[in-house]
Protein backbone atom coordinates (compact mmCIF):
# COMPACT_ATOMS: atom_id res chain seq x y z
CA UNK A 1 0.00 0.00 0.00
CA UNK A 2 2.72 2.33 1.14
CA UNK A 3 4.71 2.40 -2.59
CA UNK A 4 1.46 3.13 -4.13
CA UNK A 5 0.74 6.67 -2.03
CA UNK A 6 4.56 7.96 -1.79
CA UNK A 7 4.50 11.10 -3.89
CA UNK A 8 1.16 11.49 -4.40
CA UNK A 9 -0.02 14.57 -4.14
CA UNK A 10 -3.09 15.04 -1.14
CA UNK A 11 -5.16 17.64 0.93
CA UNK A 12 -7.04 17.07 3.82
CA UNK A 13 -10.70 17.13 5.28
CA UNK A 14 -10.01 18.65 8.30
CA UNK A 15 -7.04 20.99 9.77
CA UNK A 16 -4.67 19.19 11.38
CA UNK A 17 -0.95 20.70 13.35
CA UNK A 18 2.07 20.32 11.89
CA UNK A 19 5.26 18.66 13.54
CA UNK A 20 7.17 21.17 15.82
CA UNK A 21 4.17 23.87 15.70
CA UNK A 22 3.93 26.01 18.41
CA UNK A 23 7.40 24.99 19.22
CA UNK A 24 10.91 26.76 19.56
CA UNK A 25 10.92 29.73 17.24
CA UNK A 26 7.15 29.29 16.50
CA UNK A 27 6.18 29.12 20.10
CA UNK A 28 2.91 30.63 20.19
CA UNK A 29 2.04 29.92 16.76
CA UNK A 30 -0.14 26.74 15.73
CA UNK A 31 0.46 26.01 12.02
CA UNK A 32 -1.84 23.81 10.35
CA UNK A 33 -2.21 22.13 7.14
CA UNK A 34 -5.80 22.74 6.19
CA UNK A 35 -8.68 21.79 3.62
CA UNK A 36 -7.05 23.33 0.50
CA UNK A 37 -3.99 23.08 1.24
CA UNK A 38 -1.71 20.57 -0.91
CA UNK A 39 1.47 18.37 0.17
CA UNK A 40 3.16 15.57 -1.00
CA UNK A 41 3.25 12.15 0.68
CA UNK A 42 6.77 11.80 2.12
CA UNK A 43 6.02 8.03 3.39
CA UNK A 44 3.95 6.00 5.36
CA UNK A 45 4.71 5.76 8.89
CA UNK A 46 3.37 2.98 11.69
CA UNK A 47 1.13 4.58 14.52
CA UNK A 48 2.38 4.69 18.31
CA UNK A 49 -0.93 4.54 19.70
CA UNK A 50 -4.50 4.05 18.46
CA UNK A 51 -7.70 5.74 18.99
CA UNK A 52 -9.39 4.46 21.78
CA UNK A 53 -12.62 2.59 21.18
CA UNK A 54 -15.79 4.98 21.77
CA UNK A 55 -13.66 8.64 20.75
CA UNK A 56 -15.12 10.04 17.34
CA UNK A 57 -13.10 12.49 15.83
CA UNK A 58 -13.06 12.98 12.32
CA UNK A 59 -9.56 13.59 11.75
CA UNK A 60 -8.67 10.16 13.09
CA UNK A 61 -9.60 6.15 12.61
CA UNK A 62 -8.25 2.98 14.04
CA UNK A 63 -5.78 2.01 10.55
CA UNK A 64 -2.09 0.98 11.92
CA UNK A 65 -0.21 3.77 9.52
CA UNK A 66 -0.51 6.96 8.86
CA UNK A 67 0.49 9.53 5.87
CA UNK A 68 3.37 11.88 6.51
CA UNK A 69 3.22 14.71 4.01
CA UNK A 70 4.97 17.24 3.28
CA UNK A 71 4.01 20.85 2.72
CA UNK A 72 4.77 24.69 1.87
CA UNK A 73 3.07 26.96 4.37
CA UNK A 74 2.94 30.24 2.79
CA UNK A 75 3.92 32.05 5.84
CA UNK A 76 6.47 29.24 7.22
CA UNK A 77 7.50 27.82 4.76
CA UNK A 78 8.30 23.93 4.52
CA UNK A 79 6.59 21.53 6.68
CA UNK A 80 5.53 18.45 7.71
CA UNK A 81 2.55 16.77 8.77
CA UNK A 82 0.78 13.36 10.16
CA UNK A 83 -2.16 12.59 8.11
CA UNK A 84 -4.53 9.90 9.23
CA UNK A 85 -6.16 7.79 5.97
CA UNK A 86 -9.60 8.98 6.99
CA UNK A 87 -8.70 12.62 6.85
CA UNK A 88 -6.31 12.35 3.34
CA UNK A 89 -8.18 13.64 -0.02
CA UNK A 90 -5.51 12.27 -2.83
CA UNK A 91 -5.45 14.87 -5.74
CA UNK A 92 -7.65 13.16 -8.61
CA UNK A 93 -9.95 11.17 -6.42
CA UNK A 94 -12.43 14.47 -5.22
Known sequence: MADKVIGRSVTC???VEA???NYGPDKGTVIEFKP???????????KVCLL????????YDRKADFLVVDYIDPTHGKRRVGLNYCNAVFLGEI
Request: aromatic residues 8%.
Open 13 to 15: KHA
Open 36 to 46: GMVGIVSSVAP
Open 52 to 59: KKGVVDPR
Open 19 to 21: YYS
